[in-house]
């Protein structure tokens, strides 16, 4: 990525995280156990703290490689760098526009908005660069923002011009108001053709990166899907419609259905697909491969204008790596009729 978002200029704050070591990580490494509890560090930035003299075991300074007990208490001292945000040049599609909002075509890779450990330019840097004014709409760090894609999924993001404009809108999303429909490419076939996850998501006891279903609390989250192919037993394209919006609502409840959207880094055991897998061949020599991001694009959004009263439905063509993904996989796999 370029230059410019990556110069943000910079102002110290100091966190700590706490935490007591379970039963699971006992015997474990200080670094692995810390990186799957915490979802803001990984591994190599407990190694990078620890060698600051940051990380402390029952107050003693320790090592990454540290062999945990349970019951002991963890202490990491990260001086995190908040962003001041500047304008970041990235070509983005401008999918509608008018007084009040603007809808892009978010490009997969790039995060929406600034956090404490991420130091790549982001979407609202590009919108800054974009249009100035959204600068000054809400929340710095979410200028304008009137919902959140993931990083690596693309597709139609709603931008607010105007606060008050913003506050209307969040209010369509909290009311379900708002229709969003996602396609997926998942790895496996659903056992039926459509349904609905209606389930309590939280954070993943143990692996803090990642939400799961739980049975013990979380807050209610509901997905309506439905099978739009099948590609012999081994892959589908689904249509998804979360009427809440949880994070990772999508990516879980395929997971959840045994059918995780393909190439999902958290969430699936397949990090990319080569289109030789695809054709049951010998790998070439210098393939590529065709995705190497979740499967998951942000198809369509439709809701009535809160300020012009008009229904708007805004649609996001698919991207070059999933389009291509899908030529793959109809060769592949030729429709038969039924």
């Given at each position: 990525?370029?230059?410019?978002?990556?110069?943000?200029?910079?102002?110290?704050?100091?966190?700590?995280?706490?935490?007591?070591?379970?039963?699971?990580?006992?015997?474990?490494?200080?670094?692995?156990?810390?990186?799957?509890?915490?979802?803001?560090?990984?591994?190599?930035?407990?190694?990078?703290?620890?060698?600051?003299?940051?990380?402390?075991?029952?107050?003693?300074?320790?090592?990454?490689?540290?062999?945990?007990?349970?019951?002991?208490?963890?202490?990491?001292?990260?001086?995190?760098?908040?962003?001041?945000?500047?304008?970041?040049?990235?070509?983005?599609?401008?999918?509608?526009?008018?007084?009040?909002?603007?809808?892009?075509?978010?490009?997969?890779?790039?995060?929406v908005h600034p956090s404490d450990t991420l130091d790549e330019p982001t979407l609202v840097e590009a919108l800054i660069a974009l249009r100035p004014e959204v600068k000054r709409v809400g929340p710095e760090m979410r200028s304008g923002l009137i919902h959140r894609l993931d990083k690596e999924t693309s597709g139609v993001l709603l931008v607010a011009k105007e606060r008050q404009f913003q506050m209307e809108m969040m209010r369509l999303f909290q009311s379900h108001r708002v229709a969003k429909y996602y396609v997926a490419v998942v790895s496996g076939v659903p056992r039926s053709?459509?349904?609905?996850?209606?389930?309590?998501?939280?954070?993943?006891?143990?692996?803090?990166?990642?939400?799961?279903?739980?049975?013990?609390?979380?807050?209610?989250?509901?997905?309506?899907?439905?099978?739009?192919?099948?590609?012999?037993?081994?892959?589908?394209?689904?249509?998804?419609?979360?009427?809440?919006?949880?994070?990772?609502?999508?990516?879980?409840?395929?997971?959840?259905?045994?059918?995780?959207?393909?190439?999902?880094?958290?969430?699936?055991?397949?990090?990319?697909?080569?289109?030789?897998?695809?054709?049951?061949?010998?790998?070439?020599?210098?393939?590529?491969?065709?995705?190497?991001?979740?499967?998951?694009?942000?198809?369509?959004?439709?809701?009535?204008?809160?300020?012009?009263?008009?229904?708007?439905?805004?649609?996001?063509?698919?991207?070059?790596?999933?389009?291509?993904?899908?030529?793959?996989?109809?060769?592949?796999?030729?429709?038969?009729?039924?």
């Open positions: 990525m370029g230059e410019e978002g990556a110069e943000a200029a910079r102002e110290a704050v100091r966190r700590v995280y706490e935490l007591r070591v379970d039963r699971s990580g006992a015997g474990e490494r200080l670094d692995v156990y810390v990186a799957r509890r915490v979802g803001a560090l990984t591994r190599s930035s407990v190694k990078k703290l620890a060698q600051k003299g940051a990380v402390f075991v029952d107050g003693a300074a320790a090592s990454a490689n540290t062999r945990l007990k349970a019951g002991q208490t963890i202490r990491i001292e990260v001086e995190a760098r908040r962003r001041r945000l500047k304008p970041w040049n990235l070509p983005v599609e401008i999918l509608y526009e008018d007084d009040y909002l603007l809808a892009l075509n978010k490009p997969a890779g790039v995060a053709r459509s349904g609905v996850v209606d389930a309590f998501i939280a954070r993943h006891p143990i692996y803090r990166q990642r939400f799961a279903v739980s049975h013990e609390g979380g807050r209610r989250s509901v997905t309506r899907w439905r099978l739009v192919r099948a590609y012999g037993n081994r892959f589908a394209l689904i249509l998804a419609k979360p009427i809440t919006g949880r994070t990772h609502q999508v990516r879980v409840h395929m997971r959840h259905l045994g059918t995780p959207v393909l190439c999902d880094k958290l969430y699936s055991s397949r990090k990319v697909i080569y289109a030789s897998e695809i054709e049951g061949a010998k790998r070439r020599a210098g393939e590529t491969p065709l995705i190497e991001r979740q499967a998951l694009h942000a198809r369509s959004i439709a809701f009535v204008h809160p300020r012009l009263g008009k229904f708007i439905r805004l649609k996001a063509e698919m991207p070059d790596d999933l389009r291509r993904l899908l030529e793959v996989l109809n060769r592949a796999f030729p429709a038969v009729n039924e």
